[in-house]
């Protein structure tokens, strides 16, 4: 199991915390089911508080496994695709700004302070360290040729991009339109960005379907499509599992909507520390001694701290033990967000 470097991570509000990434867990497989992890595990997120960063963040390929370490679905994603034969723009869209491509060393030069100019505006957005662009992006723009980059310019400039890979697809039986594009990554600073990037992908000759991966829950493709069939959201699913690190430096970090506030009892096995009852409200979060109106885990606050689960729900499910009777409805209010918590960013 390796770290990956460190990073901020943007909580509900706009302020951003310490973040470590976690990548590459793996035990040996003459070496699993002795509690090899079990000590891996505790070793990382000790360490980690103990050196002051605030959360610890993974894309899990099981989802079995990290619950117990007080991880819990941070953010969640879907996949769309929309079928280009069918995908015309609507006319009522307006289109404003511009695009154009950028070569391999341009992309290089750019991309990194497009991002970190537009990129973690979203709750659960993260910054991306040098060694993640050079893994991820940069080697395979030098390697990958089919792949591109493409840029939307605003009112303001550069304000999103896309790279992209066409791939062409037998599945497509058209014979005209047997070209897929998949979509890599894209940003985009602002709705209209975003709908331009389209734009351009939809308009791209002889593309049968343009497919994307872990996009936001709530971003509103169908709405700029004059056929809103030719969208398909695809599963949603768990996109990143946090695990709170410092839970009164959490708390405190975030905003929360306008509500009485709640007595919440966190439990954390694993980092003590964290562990107790927190008064949350919308000008303070203190330590308290009152009478707990909800409990839970660690984990399960993870759920709700980026708004992607409603404390109600999972009252109502019993992943919240609910001691007061009113008290998820406030905390809905209290916890909830304008836009869904979103990483973006794979590693
Ligand atoms: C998954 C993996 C890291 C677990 O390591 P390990 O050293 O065997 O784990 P531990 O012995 O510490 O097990 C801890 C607990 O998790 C459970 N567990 C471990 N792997 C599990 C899995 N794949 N599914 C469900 N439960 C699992 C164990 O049963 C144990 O539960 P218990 O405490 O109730 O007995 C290891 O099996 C591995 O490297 N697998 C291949 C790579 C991989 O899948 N990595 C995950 C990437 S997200």
């Known amino acids: 199991m390796h770290v990956g470097v460190r990073a901020e991570i943007t909580v ?17 497989a003459d070496h699993t089911r002795r509690g090899v992890l079990t000590s891996l595990m505790r070793a990382q997120l000790t360490e980690a508080a103990e050196r002051g960063d605030v959360m610890a963040a993974l894309h899990a390929s099981e989802t079995a496994i990290y619950g117990r370490f007080g991880y819990g679905v941070g953010t969640r994603a879907q996949s769309p695709v929309v079928r280009g034969s069918h995908a015309k723009i609507h006319p009522d869209m307006p289109a404003e700004g511009g ?6 060393e341009q992309a290089v030069a750019r991309l ?10 979203r709750p659960a957005m993260m910054t991306r360290p040098e060694e993640w662009w050079h893994d991820k992006i940069i080697r395979r723009l030098r390697t990958v040729s089919s792949l591109l980059v493409v840029v939307h310019n605003g009112p303001d400039g550069d304000d999103g991009y896309a790279v992209y890979r066409p791939k062409s697809d037998s599945s497509l039986d058209e ?25 351009y992908l939809l308009g791209i000759d002889l593309v049968g379907e343009v497919r994307t991966w872990a996009r936001p829950t709530d971003e509103p493709v169908e709405t700029f499509l004059a056929d809103p069939r030719a969208y398909r959201s695809g599963d949603v699913q768990d996109e990143t599992w946090q695990r709170i690190l410092d839970v009164p430096r959490a708390l405190a970090a975030r905003d929360y909507g306008d509500a009485e506030p709640v007595v919440v009892e966190i439990v954390d096995p694993l980092l003590d520390s964290n562990s107790g009852r927190y008064l949350i409200g919308p000008s303070a979060v203190e330590r308290t001694d009152a009478a707990a109106q909800l409990r839970l885990g660690v984990d399960v606050l ?8 409603r404390p109600s729900i999972l009252g109502a499910v019993g992943r919240i033990e609910v001691l ?9 209010r209290l916890f909830g967000t304008d836009r869904a918590a979103w990483c973006g960013t794979a590693y």
């Open 112 to 121: 990194p302070e497009l991002y970190q100019r537009i990129g973690p505006h």
């Open 302 to 309: 993870s759920m709700i701290y980026f708004g992607t689960y």
């Open 324 to 332: 007061e009777a009113a008290a998820p409805a406030r905390a809905d």
């Open 12 to 28: 509900p509000g706009g302020a951003s915390v310490p973040l470590v990434p976690v990548a590459g867990v793996g035990v040996r």
């Open 99 to 104: 695009v154009r491509l950028l070569d391999v």
């Open 175 to 199: 014979r005209r339109l047997a070209v897929s594009l998949e979509v890599e990554d894209m940003h985009a600073g602002s709705l209209a960005a975003l709908a331009g990037l389209w734009r």
